[in-house]
């Protein structure tokens, strides 16, 4: 499976973006799929998961309440709507598929890693 981040972008604190993610080639609905992004000199976590039929949703707590993960399966896409930005989201945002039907928190449970889309957030 190949991914594609897209609709990252500079936005000013409080604001919003979605952040959307293509699949393609040998994809499946029967996995789980998450978001997860590395600020610079950091290391890459966790910000969101999906389960493989949606009915399940993870957050760090960190973004809890100011972002919604959503995944629509006719068109192959998982989405990350982001509200109430702050400059603490800045980062480059990833997104992977969980070898998993369910969504974990661990970097090492994904695969097929998209290219990343920035996110920056002024202050």
């Given at each position: 499976v190949q991914l594609q981040a897209s609709g990252g972008g500079l936005v000013q604190a409080g604001g919003c973006l979605r952040l959307s993610c293509a699949a393609s080639g040998r994809t499946s609905s029967n996995n789980g799929m998450g978001w997860f992004r590395q600020a610079?000199?950091?290391e890459r976590v966790f910000v969101a998961g999906i389960s493989w039929n949606g009915r399940y949703t993870t957050y760090a707590d960190s973004v809890k309440g100011r972002?919604?993960?959503?995944?629509d399966y006719a068109a192959n896409t998982m989405y990350l709507q982001m509200n109430s930005l702050?400059?603490?989201?800045t980062a480059v945002y990833y997104c992977a598929v969980s070898r998993q039907a369910v969504a974990g928190t661990g970097a090492d449970?994904?695969?097929?890693?998209?290219?990343?889309?920035?996110?920056?957030?002024?202050?």
């Open positions: 610079p000199g950091k972002f919604t993960i959503s995944r702050q400059p603490e989201d449970q994904y695969s097929g890693w998209g290219q990343g889309t920035l996110v920056t957030v002024s202050s």
